[in-house]
């Protein structure tokens, strides 16, 4: 495992890394389950830890590769990269870390192929409600709430954060999860629901299969409860939050574009909302550390954890 964790693979690397956490009772009590992979420190460390940085993905999306750098030429050939100040796979390991290293950053992977959401997968599986509770007693279990926390979400991974956050208001037992919710970053978050009804249902199914058409509609009951009951919420608890938002459209396959989540709905109603001239897929994903999107997202991280940072 030793081993393993020196591999240039993100993957091979943050699996042994995970097995060796949760082997380890001596200094780390946190468990780690299925889909919760820790990206720093992958190492016992002497640096205090003072805050936790959350990286919840969307539909079709991972914990990895979600996060890396815009593709380039060097990605694409699928060979290990060792020079990291050239291309990230995964930017909150390899910039982030450095830039804050009193952190603990984790990234959490739910299984989002199109195969589990076929008509035999048990209704309630398939709901964003569902997924929220599993990945709430997930992130529980792994010590999540004990420190102040940074909540980072790209789509549908959103509206898991603002349907966790929700739920674990009303459990006694998740109180210490909102006390220590400092902020939250939304990347291109449907708040308000995606224009994917417009288009046809081949369309519609390749981007959210489904149960996932229904709730993310712009006329869905269940997105706008959502909506108004986590403003209300965010509002009364005082979090910092930052959106961002796509302006360009993205291509599925040659023949068709279309904006998947349009200014007005990623606009939570509080918070700072910046449009950036990417695609959806793009906009949680920066052409390099100096770029706009990164250097945002980094200065959002440090101004809302600055005084337990400091401490």
């Given at each position: 495992?030793a081993e393993?964790?020196?591999s240039?693979h ?5 699996h042994a890394?995970?097995?060796?956490a949760?082997l380890?009772?001596?200094?780390v ?5 299925d ?10 460390t002497?640096?205090p ?29 699928e060979k290990p990269i060792e ?8 930017w909150?390991?390899?910039?982030l ?7 603990r950053?984790?990234?959490v992977?739910y ?5 589990d959401w076929?008509a035999?997968?048990p209704?309630?599986r398939?709901s964003?409600?569902f997924?929220?509770?599993?990945l709430?007693?997930k992130?529980r279990a792994?010590?999540?709430?004990d ?6 979400s790209h ?11 929700l739920e674990?208001?009303?459990k006694?037992e998740?109180s210490?999860?909102i ?7 939304f990347?291109s978050?449907p708040h308000?629901g995606?224009?994917?009804a417009?288009?046809?249902?081949n369309?519609r199914?390749l981007l ?5 058409v229904?709730e993310?509609s712009k ?6 409860k959502?909506?108004?009951?986590f403003?209300?919420f965010?509002?009364?608890k ?6 961002f938002?796509?302006?360009l ?6 023949m068709?574009k279309?904006h998947v989540?349009p ?6 109603g509080?918070g700072?909302l ?10 949680c994903k920066p052409?390099?550390k100096?770029?706009f999107?990164y ?11 600055a005084?337990?940072l400091?401490?």
């Amino acid at each position: 495992m030793a081993e393993a964790m020196k591999s240039h693979h993100i993957m091979e690397a943050s699996h042994a890394a995970r097995i060796l956490a949760n082997l380890d009772r001596e200094t780390v009590q946190e468990k780690y389950q299925d889909g919760v992979y820790v990206l720093h420190p992958q190492y016992r460390t002497s640096q205090p830890i003072k805050a936790d940085v959350l990286f919840i993905h969307g539909l079709m999306g991972a914990a990895f590769k979600t996060w890396r750098q815009q593709d380039s030429e060097q990605a694409v050939t699928e060979k290990p990269i060792e020079d990291e100040d050239k291309y990230t796979t995964c930017w909150p390991k390899t910039w982030l870390a450095k830039d804050c290293p009193a952190l603990r950053i984790i990234s959490v992977e739910y299984d989002t192929s199109l195969s589990d959401w076929r008509a035999r997968c048990p209704l309630e599986r398939r709901s964003i409600a569902f997924r929220s509770d599993e990945l709430l007693r997930k992130l529980r279990a792994a010590g999540v709430g004990d420190r102040p926390v940074v909540w980072i979400s790209h789509s549908m991974g959103g509206l898991l954060v603002k349907k966790m956050l929700l739920e674990a208001s009303k459990k006694p037992e998740m109180s210490t999860v909102i006390n220590n919710t400092r902020g939250i970053i939304f990347y291109s978050v449907p708040h308000h629901g995606s224009h994917l009804a417009e288009y046809s249902v081949n369309v519609r199914y390749l981007l959210f299969p489904s149960l996932e058409v229904k709730e993310l509609s712009k006329d869905s009951p269940a997105l706008k409860k959502l909506q108004d009951d986590f403003l209300e919420f965010a509002k009364d608890k005082n979090f910092q939050v930052l959106n961002f938002v796509e302006t360009l459209p993205t291509y599925i396959g040659s023949m068709i574009k279309l904006h998947v989540v349009p200014v007005e709905s990623a606009d939570l109603g509080i918070g700072d909302l910046i449009p950036v001239d990417v695609n959806h897929l793009n906009i949680c994903k920066p052409k390099k550390k100096d770029a706009f999107l990164y250097q945002r997202t980094l200065q959002f991280i440090r101004e809302t954890l600055a005084k337990d940072l400091e401490n």
